[in-house]
T-cell receptor
Framework: SQQGEEDPQALSIQEGENATMNCSYKTSINNLQWYRQNSGRGLVHLIL?????REKHSGRLRVTLDTSKKSSSLLITASRAADTASYFCATGDRGSTLGRLYFGRGTQLTVWP | GAVVSQHPSWVICKSGTSVKIECRSL??????MFWYRQFPKQSLMLMATSNEGSKATYEQGVEKDKFLINHASLTLSTLTVTSAHPEDSSFYIC?????????FGPGTRLLVL
C-alpha cells in the first residue's frame, strides 16, 4: 500500500504544549501534504512539502521531511484547544500524472484547556 | 481562494434508491476531481479520479456500476450511488486539484435505511 501511517494514533496534551506527529510512507513521492479534519467535516490543507525540501514552516506549524527514512513530522507549537482535530499526512504518487493522494489513518489530537 | 463545495451535506434514503452527490469548485477550474469515502475514525479511502470530459478512473475494488461518476464541466463532478444499501452508508468527500494541492469539500454523510 502506498498510504502513509501516522504515529501516534492519538495524542492528548495541555494548551501551550507542543504536539508532534509523525508519518511514514513506503514509496517514492513527489510531495507530502498534511491535512487537518475536524470531526464530521472536510479536510483543510495545512502544508505541502516537496521531495527536495527538508523543512517548511507556516505559522505555528513546522514540517520536516526525510526521504531517506521515508518519514515526515508535523510540529504544532504552543497548541490551543482549537487545534483539537485529526491530522492526516498524504503522499503524492511519484511519476503519476493523476495527482492521486493516499492518506494515512491519522492522529487524533486533543488539546485540553 | 480554492474553495470546494458539496451538496447535499447529508442525506437519508431508503435501501434500493439512488443518491447523487455534487462536488463543485467555486473559484477555480478543476480538470481533475477525486472522490473519497471515510468510515468513522478511519482514513480516507480514494474511490476514483474524476476527469473532465472522460471516464473516471476507479481504484481497485471499487464498483464502477455502483458508484457512477460524471465530470461534465470544469467545475462540477457528481457521484451517484446506485441502488444504495445500508453498507453504503458512509461519509463521502470530494476534492479538486489546484496546482499541486487538493482542496476538499465539506463532505456528504449518507445514511441508507
Amino acid at each position: 500500500s502506498q498510504q502513509g501511517e501516522e504515529d501516534p494514533q492519538a495524542l492528548s496534551i495541555q494548551e501551550g504544549e507542543n504536539a508532534t506527529m509523525n508519518c511514514s510512507y513506503k514509496t517514492s513521492i513527489n510531495n507530502l501534504q498534511w491535512y487537518r479534519q475536524n470531526s464530521g467535516r472536510g479536510l483543510v490543507h495545512l502544508i505541502l512539502i516537496r521531495s527536495n525540501e527538508r523543512e517548511k514552516h507556516s505559522g505555528r506549524l513546522r514540517v520536516t521531511l526525510d526521504t531517506s527514512k521515508k518519514s515526515s513530522s508535523l510540529l504544532i507549537t504552543a497548541s490551543r484547544a482549537a487545534d483539537t482535530a485529526s491530522y492526516f499526512c498524504a503522499t503524492g504518487d511519484r511519476g503519476s500524472t493523476l495527482g492521486r493522494l493516499y492518506f494515512g489513518r491519522g492522529t487524533q489530537l486533543t488539546v485540553w484547556p | 481562494g480554492a474553495v470546494v463545495s458539496q451538496h447535499p451535506s447529508w442525506v437519508i434514503c431508503k435501501s434500493g434508491t439512488s443518491v447523487k452527490i455534487e462536488c463543485r469548485s467555486l473559484d477555480f477550474q478543476a480538470t481533475t476531481m477525486f472522490w473519497y469515502r471515510q468510515f468513522p475514525k478511519q482514513s480516507l479511502m480514494l474511490m476514483a479520479t474524476s476527469n473532465e470530459g472522460s471516464k473516471a478512473t476507479y481504484e481497485q475494488g471499487v464498483e464502477k456500476d455502483k458508484f457512477l461518476i460524471n465530470h461534465a464541466s470544469l467545475t462540477l463532478s457528481t457521484l451517484t450511488v446506485t441502488s444504495a444499501h445500508p453498507e453504503d452508508s458512509s461519509f463521502y468527500i470530494c476534492s479538486a486539484r489546484f496546482r499541486e494541492t487538493q482542496y476538499f469539500g465539506p463532505g456528504t454523510r449518507l445514511l441508507v435505511l
